[in-house]
């Protein structure tokens, strides 16, 4: 994901929260709906989150220190982790408790026109954020289905933003229709319902993102594609005759690290290997230019040792196991 691409999704979702939640809690302060409130808070901890990820993109380009030697990509998964917590814990759990407070001591609504106005409002605003976050992840998401995009994502910007808002217009068409009921049928209860709906989206959407962040932090691999890319590119076929085996990890969204023990000629020099070796990391940055950190250990390809399969316990740059 480029970096102005996630930004410009990040901002126009930034705003739109900021204008709906100003309208949300006046429109609650007129008619006293729940779901109103709800979904006011649902839109501040919306901006919160959008401002996390500003954030954690503005910390994960400080360069590398010696403390931190691979820098400081991850700050971003770091961030798109933080914003699960508030989802659920801010939006969620704070909408299933007004939803049953709400059921339990049921009023009529208020002055009508202010919740419906704003929804009505607020579901235009976040179509065009979500249009604009749609349209940046199309760029990237090729003939992914979205299911596969979200969990396969490097970048946890643009599933966020996408997950977001999806929640956000779904859980205004239930406020809308949870208020649409209790109007007209003048029972406060289906506000409530309303409320509680919204409250079970949004925990589902922060589990969700939970889920994939956390795979994210722990370190995940380059994709099947890269791989390919990187395994190709280190072999010439000459000096470096195949690839051993390999380890790839996505330090950030934009940096790969790359360890691989490659097969040389057994009478190549010191020289003609250290000489192969550079070659094969240019190649390598050629094909994949995200794979900024590579380590290649040399060593001499054996079929008695390749037939015995590979070592999934085996680490790069180790001593071999056979």
Not at 205 to 223: D, M, N
Request: charged share 20%; proline share 4%; hydrophobic share 50%.
């Amino acid at each position: 994901m480029s970096a102005s691409g996630g930004t410009k999704a990040i901002v126009a979702a930034l705003g739109a929260n900021l204008a709906i939640a100003v309208a949300k809690f006046v429109a609650f302060a007129f008619s006293g709906s729940s779901s109103m409130l709800a979904e006011g808070v649902h839109s501040v901890a919306d901006s919160g989150n959008q401002a996390l990820l500003l954030l954690g993109g503005k910390k994960a380009k400080r360069a590398a220190s010696e403390e931190h030697p691979f820098g400081y990509g991850r700050e971003r998964y770091i961030y798109g982790f933080l914003v699960s917590i508030v989802l659920f814990t801010i939006g969620g759990v704070f909408a299933l408790y007004e939803g049953y407070e709400k059921i339990k001591e049921p009023h009529e609504i208020e002055h009508w026109y202010w919740p419906v106005g704003v929804l009505v409002f607020a579901i235009i605003a976040e179509s065009f954020s979500f249009r604009t976050a749609i349209k940046e992840s199309n760029e990237l998401r090729g003939d992914q289905s979205w299911g596969q995009f979200i969990r396969t994502a490097k970048a946890p910007e643009l599933p966020v933003v996408l997950l977001e808002d999806f929640g956000a217009l779904v859980g205004l068409v239930l406020a809308l229709g949870g208020v649409g009921i209790a109007i007209a049928t003048g029972d406060g209860v289906w506000d409530g319902i309303g409320t509680l709906c919204i409250g079970a989206l949004l925990v589902l959407i922060a589990i969700v993102l939970a889920s994939e962040t956390k795979s994210l932090l722990l370190g995940e691999a380059a994709g099947p594609e890269q791989l390919a890319k990187i395994r190709a590119a280190a072999v010439d076929g000459e000096t470096v005759t195949r690839v051993i085996h390999m380890r790839t990890l996505h330090l950030g969204p934009e940096e790969l690290l790359v360890a691989a023990k490659i097969s040389v000629r057994h009478d190549d020099t010191a020289v003609e290997i250290a000489r192969a070796i550079d070659a094969a990391e240019a190649r390598i940055r050629e094909a994949v230019p995200i794979a900024r950190v590579i380590y290649l250990e040399p060593d001499v390809y054996r079929e008695e040792a390749a037939a015995a399969g590979a070592d999934p316990a085996a680490t790069p740059g180790g001593p071999p196991r056979h």
